[in-house]
């Protein structure tokens, strides 16, 4: 199986809807631009779905999990063990995103890429077992070449699940101990940003943690430098099954026109190695928060984004995008379900 796919272009938006839903916002019963970025969200929805009137009523989140080689370089407050709990926990309903989804009445979905504490087959999680972790990616790339290949497929499938119950909207999340530490060295691989500007506390490092975490990210960048013009080369080098597989869903998802929330700081990321990959994907993705997660700022400068919220979250599994998956459905209600100044009978401003 090749990766070509990889390269296809994104589905074009549609600017017919995306005008017409201009021209709505205009007569509804409002100053106009009054309701700001909810404004500008459903007309860009709109253009996305290619509908003059969106809706996201059909939302679909994918967890993906993977363990990391890097956690030995003690990068991390947490043990590895805690991502195959989080496994386990996720399939028990019990994560912060098992509840998110639960509120928003989501399909969520949890994709098992491979992890060192093994819960073995659990009802709702499936399986796309690729190694219990990656490597090392000090001293070695983090996947090798059909690792890579596995991990980008999982996020595809995923697409191709959901595009297949008519999905308004994708989610993707990620759980996997010590992942901040590979989406800080892939950020600096593809942002040219220096490590100590853009490693953050993770799950919680003291200052002390984050200057040693500083120095891991800074001596593997510098190892793998070489290849940073790559985007898919570095994605391999060090980032993560999660990552990559989110990287894969985010293509895919652009490619089947589904619109996607993209969550955090490592979520971002795998985003902008996906847009690096596959430029046409970027306007298929919106930006639902800014993590507390020191680097997250200079990804979305990277991607020149203007995320919905910003409530110190710093969780990931796809959690800030959930929360901001609401603002979203009543952006879209809000634009369906107004009045226009005519229906109304309320007077409009002069031409
Ligand atoms: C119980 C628990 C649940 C989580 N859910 C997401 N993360 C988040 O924290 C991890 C990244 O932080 P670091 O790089 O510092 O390890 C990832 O698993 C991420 O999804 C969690 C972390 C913990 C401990
Ligand atoms: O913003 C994130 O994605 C994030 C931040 C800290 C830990 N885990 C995830």
Redesign the pocket.
């Given at each position: 199986m090749s990766l070509d796919w990889l390269h296809t272009p994104a589905q074009a938006v549609n600017d017919s809807a995306r005008a017409a839903a201009l021209t709505r916002q205009a007569w509804l019963t409002k100053p106009p631009g009054a309701l700001g970025e909810l404004e500008t969200l459903a007309v860009t929805l709109a253009g996305l779905q290619g509908r003059e009137c969106p809706a996201v009523d059909k939302i679909n989140i994918s967890i993906f999990a993977g363990d990391h080689g890097i956690?030995d370089e003690k990068?991390?407050?947490?043990p590895q063990a805690?991502?195959g709990?989080?496994v386990r926990n996720f399939a028990n309903g019990g994560?912060?995103i098992s509840v998110l989804a639960r509120e928003l009445r989501a399909v969520l979905e949890v994709v098992h890429l491979g992890t060192v504490n093994d819960p073995g087959p659990l009802p709702g999680v499936r399986r796309a077992w690729i190694a219990p972790r990656t490597h090392n990616f000090l001293h070695a790339p983090a996947m090798e070449p059909a690792q890579l290949q596995q991990a980008l497929h999982a996020g595809r499938d995923s697409i191709a699940t959901a595009s297949a119950a008519g999905s308004e909207l994708f989610i993707g999340?990620?759980?996997?101990?010590?992942?901040?530490?590979a989406a800080s060295a892939l950020a600096c691989a593809l942002i040219d940003v220096h490590p100590h500007d853009i490693t953050g506390?993770?799950?919680?490092?003291d200052a002390a943690g984050m200057q040693h975490k500083s120095q891991v990210i800074a001596h593997a960048v510098a190892f793998h430098r070489a290849y940073a013009l790559d985007p898919l080369e570095s994605l391999r080098r060090l980032g993560g099954f999660e990552i990559a597989a989110l990287s894969g869903a985010y293509i895919a998802a652009a490619q089947a026109g589904i619109p996607i929330l993209v969550d955090g700081f490592?979520s971002s990321v795998a985003a902008l190695a996906a847009v690096r990959i596959n430029p046409s994907c970027h306007e298929w993705l919106l930006f639902a928060h800014c993590s507390a997660e020191r680097g997250h700022l200079r990804v979305l400068e990277a991607l020149q984004a203007k995320p919905l919220l910003d409530l110190g979250m710093r969780?990931?599994?796809g959690s800030g995008a959930a929360t901001a998956a609401s603002i979203v459905r009543l952006a879209c209600a809000l634009h369906a379900g107004m009045a226009t100044f005519e229906q109304a009978g309320v007077t409009n401003k002069e031409p």
């Open positions: 956690a990068v991390s407050a947490f805690v991502t709990e989080m994560a912060a999340g990620e759980m996997g101990i010590a992942n901040t530490t506390a993770g799950t919680g490092l490592i969780l990931g599994e």
